[in-house]
């Protein structure tokens, strides 16, 4: 028989802290980190009484994001109740938006492999994130910590776009950097702060309908999306092929055992009671408040690339790699200022050997031990020969280690380039002079030995001499 | 003295004829005679009173003295008040000791009142004769056998007892109007939104609205200016600027267009009250008022569609009580599911959860449509009748209730014709606009209120009218037997 | 409409409401009386009515973002029925 095939369908709801001073209904602190239960007011508490003031910053916050993905921001949205019991949600209730949410209709380009792709953003909406259950044994209990109750959160819902657990990363990533540029996000993963719910199904390839999906909870690396979306993936595929079905359910993606296993909490139905939080009005949204957020946009990261080509001449994979992050496009630009060298030779490095040597080291690019300006010094010292690109490589790995700059390093080391004609002729002559065999042979015809005396030269110089200008005088002095 | 109003207490007061002191320190006594049998109070804040009092008479020795200052106020019992109990009238909430005042609270005390105690209510204000309330019903002042109206009960019962000169109340569908129709004092439900909700505890955030329950309208006045005001804590709370009531108070009413709606006379309304009403409607006559009739043509909705609002938001609102973080917790919960389920079974009243139970299915899968936007839709056809009705009237007046107060325990059995007891009542809270009720008479021993409902954000002229009246009758000096 | 005693133990349920099992005919008969109430609105036509969900008919004041809070948690905990380590204590929760 012959094997089916399968097609997957994958959309991503991403939860984004929005990075507010203060909670996106009360006056207290949003910062991470604190003692529990210190950063959790009346509000978020929700003690008898107090009612819920919306964070003006948190809506801009919102707006800004829409205008990044061309969304149409509703001039008029709702924020609803949505009804569950759950400890860390003080209310009962979740303030959140459902029919009308204040970003709809957005999109967003990926670059997948050598392909770009347009991922859909159906909707974005404000809503309140609830707090923390902790489990470790209070005789039994669970202890739980309500300081993060209460902080802004925007929930971008994706189309069922992906078809592919490498583009939902591309489409998360892109996503990430997004929210960052624009400084609405801090991004930070591990700390919760951008968190990603997968719906995967799968269908025989041709059929229109979709399969029944199953959403997991809770992704909190671009990795861990990877490998749930996989596994789901084929646990999916296996299911149906042995004959089963797919349960519609709510998966959590356990990393320890790389697997994917049904919520017990979610087990049973919900029925979530939305309807109008009559504590609150209307959300209006006027142009002016539009055209105000607009006005402070920092260059995005599309359009960042698209100049990366034309002002630096780089290739739409370069520059879509450069503007990944809004520090690594900065830190490109300002090696190229610092170089004054060939933007592309600056492309390189940047995304070569410096990338290289973050990876290895773990480093983010903010926490590179060289500077842009240190770069650039070793660059400019490329670009006017003042130093091989081989040697080059050995510069920066020093001036790694030693946190020097390029000139210093070239100094100490006696690493300059000899460019000297005359002192590069007299080595050429002894090489010349101590091999006599070899250039018999070469007069003979055997011109593939000017590559030993090429060698011969650099190794005499100890990879100093500028190879250029060897090749020259070499050529010259064989064919005399 | 007890009979004395605020104004004539401040003026007391303001001529040193006594102290904040004493004068609170008889209606305490007052309060420790009579607020048993009434049972009106369910905390008695003497030591706070006395601290109050003495505050008071220092500001006014400093020559910083207000209209308020020193004179004696009790809260419903849902109004936060920090560091006292706050039990909305409920187990759930009996150990419940407020960590903050609610702003109407909080302006009172700035304005100087002096906090004699909470008072009793309907467990979280659902009831219509105060006999919800954990805390056992309240007495009727004029009756001892009858409810005194709800859900601010026991703001109405202390006002009509001179146990205090004034209390707050909350009017979600009639709380603040049906008793004090009941125990024939003044009684006014503000335009929503212009007093604070925030510390308010939340019934139906929608139909919430705090007001002042006192003698006369001159009082409500008064207390009024107190409470009302913006309040950037609630954002349904609107800016716009407090006229001085009191001195809207003597404007003329010669040429006020008074509507009747006609549907307040139909069925059901007790004869004599409607009897009472007319000769109300004479005396604003006489006053030069012009009267016509008009039609609410909707009104017969407004108490099934209320049905739907309120039980759907309070069901909501009142989730946060799950025995996590305050308030009652049942004994050795076997999970999760027990905490919650046994904590609510237990710490609500049966009245509270029929509400629960019905705005929960009001809002469940399937029925939300039926229920909860036909009733939003019908709300609109309600709101839209006033709308219309103030068009060519400037004052819409009728009976509060459509009987005298009630005897305890006489519907208690039957959720139907409790509901029914707010049929007045409810369209204003609906459609957000404001009411008082005055007493304009009785039918037997019992007080008979009339309601005047006007135009969103027509209070002054709505104290106006009543204090009009109330110059022109003596309805509002009546004092219940054995409270002289 | 009249409910059963199982829609009711369903509403409960939803509700975190425990009601004991003598109660549930009474319930059930209570709020079908409620219903038939409510139901009296089906004799108004709203098919040309938009639904009005507040009577305010004004937009979300917004606040400026501030931090305003200061840590009550001593103050708030003595509320509590049940804590440690500055932790509300509830029965295990499984996820």
């Known amino acids: ?480 | 003295m007890h009979n004395k109003t605020i104004t004539e207490l401040s003026a007391g007061l303001q001529a040193r004829e006594y102290s904040s002191l004493e004068l609170t320190e008889l209606f305490l006594s007052r309060i420790r005679r009579h607020s048993k049998q009434l049972n009106c109070f369910v905390t008695v804040t003497e030591e706070r009173a006395l601290a109050d009092a003495k505050v008071a008479d220092a500001a006014r020795s400093k020559g910083r003295a207000g209209p308020l200052t020193g004179i004696p106020l009790a809260h419903k019992d849902i109004f936060c008040t920090k560091g006292v109990k706050t039990s909305c009238g409920s187990k759930i909430l009996d150990n419940f000791v407020a960590p903050y005042d609610a702003t109407v609270a909080d302006r009172c005390r700035a304005a100087g009142m002096v906090l004699l105690g909470k008072l009793n209510m309907d467990e979280f204000a659902m009831g219509s004769s105060n006999e919800t309330s954990y805390y056992g019903p309240v007495r009727n002042p004029w009756d001892a056998d009858s409810v005194p109206g709800g859900s601010s009960g026991g703001s109405a019962a202390a006002v009509a007892a001179r146990l205090t000169p004034a209390a707050t109340g909350t009017d979600t569908g009639g709380s603040i109007r049906q008793p004090a129709s009941f125990c024939g004092i003044t009684g006014l439900k503000p335009t929503y939104g212009r007093v604070s909700r925030y510390g308010m505890i939340a019934f139906a955030s929608s139909l919430d609205q705090g007001g002042p329950m006192a003698r006369t309208a001159e009082d409500a006045a008064l207390v009024m200016q107190a409470m009302a005001g913006f309040d950037e804590k609630d954002s349904t709370s609107v800016d716009r600027s407090v006229p001085d009531y009191r001195a809207e108070l003597n404007n003329s009413i010669d040429g006020l267009k008074i509507g009747v709606p006609k549907e307040f006379f139909e069925e059901g309304l007790n004869e004599d009250i409607a009897a009472l009403i007319e000769s109300a409607i004479d005396q604003y006559r006489r006053l030069g008022a012009q009267v016509k009739p008009i039609s609410l043509p909707n009104m017969k909705l407004s108490v099934p569609a209320y049905y739907v609002v309120a039980p759907a938001e309070c069901s909501a609102n009142l989730s946060r009580y799950d025995g996590v973080r305050y308030g009652y917790r049942c004994e050795v919960p076997k999970d999760l599911a027990d905490l919650y389920s046994r904590s609510r079974g237990e710490g609500f009243g049966a009245e509270v959860k029929r509400r629960i139970l019905i705005g929960t299915y009001a809002l469940s899968a399937g029925y939300y449509d039926t229920y909860y936007l036909k009733a939003q839709k019908v709300r609109h056809l309600i709101s839209d009748d006033f709308k219309n009705a103030f068009e060519q009237v400037d004052v819409l007046v009728g009976p509060t209730a459509p009987s005298t107060a009630f005897g305890l325990g006489e519907k208690t059995d039957d959720p139907i014709a409790m509901y029914l007891s707010d049929i007045f009542t409810i369209g204003a809270n609906l459609a957000g606009v404001p009411a008082i009720s005055i007493p304009v008479g009785f039918v037997g021993d019992k007080p008979v209120g009339m309601q005047l409902i006007g135009n969103y954000f027509a209070e002054e002229r709505l104290l106006n009218w009543a204090h009009r009246y109330q110059q022109a009758t003596d309805w509002h000096t009546r004092m219940p037997e054995g409270f002289e | ?95």
């Open chain 1, 1 to 480: 028989m012959k094997e089916m095939e399968w097609e997957v369908v994958i959309g991503l709801e991403i939860h984004a802290q929005l990075a507010t001073r203060s909670k996106i209904f009360s006056g207290a602190s949003t910062a991470y980190g604190a003692a529990p239960n210190t950063q959790a007011c009346a509000i978020d508490l929700g003690l008898p009484g107090v009612l819920p003031v919306l964070n003006r910053e948190a809506v801009r916050m919102a707006i800004k994001l829409g205008l990044a993905i061309e969304a149409t921001i509703a001039r008029r949205s709702i924020f609803a109740r949505k009804n569950y019991f759950y400890p860390d949600l003080p209310k009962g209730y979740q303030i959140s938006q459902y029919e009308l949410p204040v970003v709809e209709k957005g999109r967003l380009r990926i670059l997948v492999g050598d392909g770009e792709r347009i991922i859909g953003v159906t909707r974005a909406h404000l809503e309140e994130d609830a707090g923390k259950s902790l489990h470790e044994d209070f005789h039994g209990l669970t202890g739980i910590d309500l300081n993060r109750a209460g902080t802004p959160l925007l929930e971008i819902v994706s189309e069922p776009d992906m078809r592919s657990a490498a583009e939902a990363v591309a489409y998360m990533k892109k996503l990430h950097a997004l929210v960052r540029y624009l400084e609405i996000c801090d991004g930070n993963m591990q700390e919760g702060s951008f968190r990603c719910d997968a719906n995967v199904s799968v269908r025989p390839k041709g059929e229109t309908s979709l399969g029944t999906r199953t959403e997991t909870k809770n992704l909190n690396s671009f990795r861990f999306v990877e490998k749930a979306i996989n596994y789901e993936i084929e646990r999916q595929i296996d299911l149906l092929e042995s004959g089963g079905t797919v349960a519609q359910e709510t998966r959590l993606y356990d990393s320890n055992k790389n697997e994917t296993r049904p919520m017990r909490s979610k087990e049973e139905a919900n029925d979530y009671r939305y309807f109008p939080d009559p504590d609150l009005l209307p959300l209006e949204i006027d142009e002016s408040l539009i055209e105000e957020v607009r006005r402070e946009l920092p260059e995005l990261p599309d359009e960042k690339s698209a100049r990366f080509q034309s002002q630096y001449g780089l290739s739409d994979y370069d520059a879509a790699t450069l503007t990944d992050s809004r520090e690594l496009a900065d830190f490109f630009e300002a090696t190229v200022t610092a170089a004054g060298a060939e933007p592309k030779l600056c492309a390189n490095w940047v995304m070569g050997d410096l990338a290289a040597a973050l990876n290895r080291f773990g480093l983010t690019i903010d926490q590179s031990p060289l500077n842009a300006e240190h770069l650039g010094g070793l660059l400019t010292r490329i670009e006017d020969n003042t130093i091989s690109g081989k040697i080059a490589k050995q510069v920066f790995n020093l001036m790694w280690d030693k946190r020097r700059p390029a000139d210093e390093v070239i100094e100490r080391q006696g690493l300059k380039q000899i460019t000297d004609s005359a002192a590069i002729e007299k080595i050429i002559d002894e090489v010349v002079a101590n091999n006599p065999a070899q250039l018999e042979q070469y007069c003979s015809g055997k011109e593939k030995l000017f590559g030993f005396f090429v060698g011969q030269v650099m190794r005499a110089t100890q990879g100093k001499a500028n190879p250029q200008e060897v090749n020259k005088l070499l050529k010259q002095k064989l064919t005399r």
């Open chain 3, 1 to 95: 409409m009249s409910l059963s005693d199982a829609e009711v133990r369903k509403i409960a349920w939803l509700a975190r409401i425990e009601i004991n099992g003598d109660d549930i005919a009474a319930y059930a008969r209570d709020l079908s009386g409620i219903l038939d109430l409510i139901e009296q609105m089906n004799e108004a036509d709203t098919s040309d009515v938009t639904p009005m969900a507040h009577p305010l008919a004004q937009a979300q004041r917004l606040r400026p973002d501030i931090v305003t809070e200061e840590d009550q948690r001593e103050l708030f905990q003595s509320l509590a029925p049940q804590v440690e380590s500055g932790l509300y204590l509830v029965p295990k929760v499984i996820e």
